[in-house]
């Protein structure tokens, strides 16, 4: 399924067992049918693939109580989630069974585990659902993904994806501090290129859209030794970051060059 990232906040609602361990985080994106929400453990990237587990076991339900976008409703995620602890309860007594992510999307939601086999799982969650949640439907996604395909192109956000995240854990980390995003203020960006060509090439861009240049020097980076620095006045909001960083990254990469990220100031509402 093709998705492309919401720019707005996501509240992340945890199970007890997905707490446990791990890099969770959470976002929205857009599919074919409407918004998805994709739960994903980040540090299995370094991972993937584990040739001991060649097999994908999704399993979850299908729920009435979702709002018109397809999404879990506010007082479905008790529910939800007892039902998710439920299925990775049973499937941690599955032998090298290993929780990767959790999808939900069009009133559907499924927790996929990457197993070594997956002979009687669907039995054992049928009848685990049919016991103890009965007025819920189950749905599986069983395959072989020896390549995990599904947790490295569905699951784990792409690029665009993984910015629109990084930009949210700041604007959080701002709005905690009291900050009133609203309100402009300098923020500096931190880019760096493999050639003083290829820097050229950014700040020429940089400049035609009101940028200023903060700091060009050279670093020990053997993939970026030509460093950047950029500031412009904007709103820290999360629509306007979301805005601002994308074009940033967008004409560094055209520029043969990584965006490393930014910083701003904190400014409350009384100044």
């Known amino acids: 399924m ?133 007025g819920y439907t189950p749905a599986f996604l069983i395959k072989e993904d020896k390549t995990w395909d599904a947790y490295l192109h569905f699951l784990y956000p792409n690029e665009q994806t993984r910015l629109f995240m990084y930009n949210q854990g700041i604007v959080m980390r701002l709005e905690k501090s009291g900050d009133n995003t609203a309100l402009p203020r300098p923020i500096d960006h931190f880019l760096f290129f493999k050639t003083e060509k290829d820097r050229e090439c950014f700040i020429y861009k940089a400049i035609s859209q009101q940028y200023k240049m903060i700091a060009k020097d050279s670093t020990d980076r053997k993939d970026g030794p030509y460093r950047l620095q950029i500031s412009k006045v904007d709103k820290a909001d999360l629509v306007t970051v979301n805005k601002i960083t994308s074009w940033v990254k967008t004409e560094a990469v055209r520029c043969k060059g990584s965006y490393e990220g930014w910083e701003t100031v904190i400014r409350k509402a009384q100044e």
């Open 2 to 134: 093709k998705k492309s990232v919401f720019p707005f906040l996501l509240v992340l609602v945890f199970t007890t067992s997905m707490a446990q361990t791990g890099d969770w985080d959470t976002y929205l994106a857009r599919y074919e049918k409407g918004p998805g929400s994709t739960l994903v453990n980040m540090s299995l990237k370094q991972k993937a693939p584990d040739s001991t587990r060649p097999f994908l076991f999704a399993a979850g339900v299908k729920f009435k109580n979702c709002t018109t976008d397809g999404l879990p409703a506010p007082t479905a995620f008790i529910t939800l989630n007892r039902i998710s602890d439920s299925i990775v309860a049973l499937l941690d007594r599955h032998p090298g069974s290993l929780l990767t992510g959790t999808f939900s999307y069009q009133c559907e939601r499924k927790d996929y585990f990457y197993v070594n086999d997956t002979t009687g799982l669907k039995n054992k969650v049928t009848r685990l659902l049919a016991d103890f949640f009965p």
